[in-house]
């Protein structure tokens, strides 16, 4: 596993465990998937679904929840918004929260390049061949994805008026009834008329020339060449996936449950 060593002064380990004691309220909202799902683009989206100034940052709108202390996080006035990467099993078990899944091919690939993308991670040798080993074993920052997205179906299906459940495939077919989706969750409903210009205004060609979206703020230290905003695209398994490979994970797939995805969307043709 690569996961961050040194963790704001402790380890990764101490701050999963802080979070068990994190205090919710009634008015938080959590922006909850597996890293590289789509969290950074639906922030963009409920930034101008709420009305707010374009130069205001994914990460001021939605603080990291497991980036940030307790103590940092109990002085946030309400409503406080939290973008997470951890599974359900960390948070509490009536928070309002919008899920993202995406698929598990897309997803490897997009974590792979993250985790060599980044210093912090002290990653730069891994391989795709040990990569897709890991990942099968969920030896990830935030485990297995299979049980993180099985999470989010059990919680999409225990609390349907709390929990919006959205996939990345069908946010990237119909940006528009997304971003419609997402504003009458929130209580804030847009016409479709501003749905479409907000789709527009948080396409992936407009996020990566956004400093404030594109993460060229942080400090987790890049690699020469590295972007935040890579491709976002869907099917872009099929430029790395052996044969072999794919039917490993799709061996793993048809035997975890998962019913938000159907093992005939994928191929590598």
């Not at 802080?18 to 639906?42: A, H, P, V």
């Not at 497991?66 to 990467?85: D, I």
Request: net charge negative.
């Amino acid at each position: 596993m690569y996961p961050f060593h040194n963790y704001h002064g402790g380890t990764w380990a101490d701050r999963m465990d802080e979070m068990e004691q994190f205090k919710s309220r009634d008015t938080d909202l959590y922006i909850c998937c597996t890293m590289r799902s789509g969290s950074n683009w639906s922030q963009n989206m409920i930034k101008f679904i709420l009305g707010m100034a374009p130069e205001i940052a994914p990460s001021d709108l939605a603080k990291w929840l497991e980036g940030h202390s307790n103590e940092q996080l109990e002085e946030l006035p309400s409503p406080r918004r939290f973008k997470t990467h951890v599974p359900y099993s960390k948070l509490p078990p009536d928070c309002k929260s919008i899920y993202i899944a995406r698929n598990p091919f897309d997803n490897a690939v997009a974590n792979f390049e993250i985790i060599r993308g980044y210093v912090t991670f002290g990653a730069e040798d891994l391989t795709w061949d040990r990569w897709v080993d890991l990942y099968l074993e969920g030896r990830c920052l935030y485990g297995s994805w299979f049980e993180h997205v099985a999470q989010g179906e059990r919680r999409a299906e225990a609390y349907p008026d709390t929990t919006l459940f959205l996939r990345y495939e069908d946010m990237k077919a119909d940006e528009a009834g997304t971003v419609q989706k997402i504003s009458n969750f929130l209580g804030h409903p847009v016409s479709s008329e501003d749905a479409i210009r907000i789709a527009e205004l948080t396409t992936f060609r407009k996020m990566k020339k956004d400093p404030t979206a594109n993460h060229q703020w942080n400090d987790w230290g890049a690699n020469e060449g590295f972007k935040f905003i890579r491709k976002g695209i869907v099917g872009d398994y099929k430029n790395y996936f052996t044969k072999e490979q794919f039917e490993k994970f799709k061996d793993k797939f048809n035997k975890s449950g998962i019913k938000c995805y159907s093992a005939s969307e994928f191929s590598l043709e």
